[in-house]
Structures are given as structure tokens and as C-alpha cells.
């Protein structure tokens, strides 16, 4: 499936002035969206909450969806490192708790998405293939010598397989992932809300559960 890019920057900054210039803009468009809404996101109202002209916003800029789309990346990023930082908690619960653990990992999960959608929601669903958070979440783990998602949940299941039902342990860290993903993701589109639902997200744990548990 292809994925939908959005607008990009027309330019990125290089002296210290005007890379100060473009954090002005991104902190202002993220004043806009928490003060005043996603309708009340416009290129000028942009520069007007950044003290800044409108022209040296167009000048890095094309429209208000580029600057959404440069704060979504930082975003992204920030999220990417509390990723590595839950990270080391869920792997250490992992030595503990099955069912703990992947109620960390939905928990994570879900957190993660709602804050993306919640900054601007029609932009967000509208480009959310093209911000792959869990890819950015593999790449900095990985960076920081951890193994990727997909291949520690198996290795996680392998430390509880006195537990699990018979079957390939591969192949069932493979189905409960993607499971999980789709619960989450399809909530995301039909049902946001869900997302901070802790009885849904309980719900989502007993899917999980029902498969992998003897």
C-alpha cells in the first residue's frame, strides 16, 4: 500500500539564526493547536504567535500542512526516545509478568497514537501511514544496541512458553502482534476515543491472552 507523504519543507535552515527562526514557527503552530484548535491553524496566525512575517515563514515553508508535517517529525522523535526509555521497563517486566508485559507494551502503544492524533486529528489520519511511529521506535531502540520490536516479542513469548498454548512461537508473536497493531491502529480511525478507554484497552489484553494462554 502506498503512502500518502505529506507537504514537506521547502527548505531547512542552516545558520543558528534561522534554525531559531523555524523552532519559533513549530513552537507557535503547537500553541495554535492547543490554544485555539486545528481550525484556527493558519500560516498567519502561525507568524502572528510566532512574532515572526508571514514571508519569512513562506520562506521555509510552503503551507500550514508543511509545518504540521515538521512538527509531527519532532514529535515523533520525542515519542521515539521515550520509547527507548520504556523500553528498558518492559523488558525488565518482561522477566516477570506475561500478562504485565503486554499490558505495558498496549498501554505504550495506545499512548502513543493518541497523542499523535490528538495534536491534529483530520492531519494525522490523513498522513498517519506516512508517520510510522513503530518504525521510528525500532530504529532508535536499535540504535541504542537493543534488539527490534519484531524480533524481541518472540524472544519474550520464549521466556514464558510454559505458559503458551502449543503452536510455533514465531508464527504466534507474528498473529498477536499484527493483532494487537490492528485493534489499535482500527481504533484510531473508527473509535479515538478507545485509545485512553482503560476498559478497552483491558479488552484488547484479553484478545491477546485468549490466543497465546493454555
Known sequence: MSKTLPP?????????????????????????????????????????????????????????????????????????????KDFHRIHQLSEQSLEATLEAIIAMEARFLSRLYQLSPDFYLQYESSFDILQRVNEFTQAQSNPSWQSWFPEFLRRHKERLRAGDIDTMAFIARQSMESCLRNALYERPEALADEAFLKEVLVLLERYLLR
Not at 8 to 30: F, H, T
Open 8 to 84: 514537506q519543507p521547502k527548505k531547512r535552515p542552516r545558520q543558528s539564526r534561522s534554525q531559531m527562526l523555524v523552532r519559533a514557527v513549530r513552537e507557535a503552530c503547537v500553541k495554535v493547536l492547543e490554544n485555539e484548535g486545528p481550525d484556527k491553524l493558519t500560516t498567519q496566525r502561525i507568524a502572528d504567535v510566532a512574532g515572526v512575517n508571514i514571508a519569512s515563514v513562506y520562506q521555509y515553508f510552503p503551507n500550514k500542512e508543511a509545518v504540521l508535517a515538521d512538527v509531527y517529525s519532532e514529535q515523533i522523535a520525542v515519542l521515539s526516545q521515550e520509547a527507548g
